[in-house]
């Protein structure tokens, strides 16, 4: 399979070095042949770094030559949609970073691409980069829910506490929604809360607040958010770009248990940690035991998702994040913001296409004034 990576700055290098890794979790044939950048330095310099024999500024042209298998899109956002169709297109599987798009409309735009290809007879998939669902914690969570060890669900609280310099934002295409999507729900709490859905399932309502606090940009920096599971479990979100002592931090409060996650970029086993409910030891031993099975850290990161991701592609299943799942965090995305900007409570579901928050996460508009 041969796979190109579209954009080659800050996070491109993970790729390239997750895809290296394959052969040694046990998936052959995955090469990564091209680097394309619009900016050819970029590209020249990522393929040199990581000894990609062939670099470039032309996806069209690699499509149509029949030369990519699979595309990993790591550019700026706003180009995710017009690459991710493209690849469909061409019957191209296509590895989208996160934020996938940037509204449930383009997310709806991607699923029907998807659908077209596939009646067409085209066998490209798509999937997004969510990579701490890919630490060995999350699917051991669920599974302790889903069998009954924790019992109920009945609290969570979902903390992205990041801090992000006035520099991050000079950058042209953040901090503005028609090129980000959004500020700090969007690009940054979007990975955490994205683990409550794949582990609560699916949200009914939310209320939420947003502010634009500290830094020069159209977009919020600081938003805050009540939600109600299907399950009934209650959660609070803090999304943040302005805290100085970062830290990423989920906390599930269960008949059984209190489950809780520390770390910053990313977790591995030792970053849980179990308190069971007096005479329920064994929850926290069976955490530990199910741990210790492992021949790994369960470390979550760019290698756990890409080594099932490509385990799938390269036997033709459907990859373990599909489109739906990526618009199943889009919806609760765009529920936060228009709760927010619209002071009410928003429901899941009723986010449709006519709804200004279908178009854009800005929706009705910002109750601040833009900047750019
Ligand atoms: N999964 C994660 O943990 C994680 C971390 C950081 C960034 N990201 C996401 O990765 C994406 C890229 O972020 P980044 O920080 O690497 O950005 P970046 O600005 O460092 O790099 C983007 C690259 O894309 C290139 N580019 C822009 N438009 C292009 C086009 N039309 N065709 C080809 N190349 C183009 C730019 O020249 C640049 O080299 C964003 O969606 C971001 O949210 C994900």
């Not at 599974?143 to 801090?163: E, H, I, M, P, S």
């Not at 028609?178 to 699916?202: C, N, R, S, Y």
């Not at 199943?328 to 409570?345: G, V």
């Amino acid at each position: 399979m041969k796979v190109t990576i579209l954009g080659a700055g800050a996070i491109a290098g993970a790729h390239a070095e997750a895809l290296a890794a394959l052969p040694a979790h046990g998936v052959d044939g995955v090469e990564l042949t091209h680097v394309v950048d619009v900016d050819a330095g970029r590209a020249a310099e990522l393929a040199a770094r990581h000894g990609v024999p062939h670099h470039g500024t032309d996806l069209r042209a690699l499509l149509d030559a029949g030369e990519v298998d699979a595309v990993h899109v790591c550019t700026p956002p706003a180009v995710h949609l017009e690459a991710a169709l493209a690849a469909l297109r061409a019957g191209v599987h296509v590895v989208v970073e996160k934020p996938a798009v940037l509204s449930l409309a383009e997310a709806d735009a991607l699923a029907a691409a998807e659908r077209e290809a596939h009646a067409a007879g085209l066998t490209g998939r798509f999937t997004q980069i969510v990579q701490h669902r890919f630490g060995a914690g999350i699917p051991r969570l669920r599974r302790f829910l889903d069998d009954g060890t924790l019992g109920a669900a009945y609290v969570a609280q979902c903390d992205t506490l990041w801090f992000r310099t006035p520099a991050y934002f000079e950058v042209p295409w953040r901090g503005r929604f028609d090129t980000e999507g959004g500020g700090t729900t969007m690009g940054h709490g979007i990975h955490q809360f994205d683990l409550l859905l794949a582990v609560l399932g699916p949200w009914v309502e939310v209320r939420a607040m947003a502010g634009r606090l500290a830094r020069r940009t159209d977009t919020e920096d600081v938003s805050t958010a009540l939600v109600r599971f299907a399950n009934g479990t209650m959660a609070t979100i803090t999304n943040s770009a302005i805290s100085p002592r970062q830290t990423s931090r989920l906390r599930f409060d269960t008949e059984a248990a209190t489950v809780e996650l520390e770390h910053l970029y990313g977790y591995d086993d030792a970053d849980w940690t179990v308190t069971p409910v007096e005479g329920r030891e064994d929850v926290a031993e069976a955490w530990s035991a199910d741990a210790a099975r492992s021949d790994d850290d369960g470390a979550s990161g760019h290698l756990a998702q890409l080594v099932p991701t490509y385990r799938a592609l390269v036997e033709g299943r459907t990859p373990p994040v599909t489109v739906a799942d990526t618009r199943d965090t889009l919806e609760l995305a765009a529920a936060i913001y228009k709760s927010a900007f619209t002071d009410a409570t928003v429901r899941a579901g009723e986010i449709v296409d006519g709804d200004p928050f279908h178009a854009s996460m800005a929706g009705t508009g910002t109750p601040w004034p833009p900047v750019t």
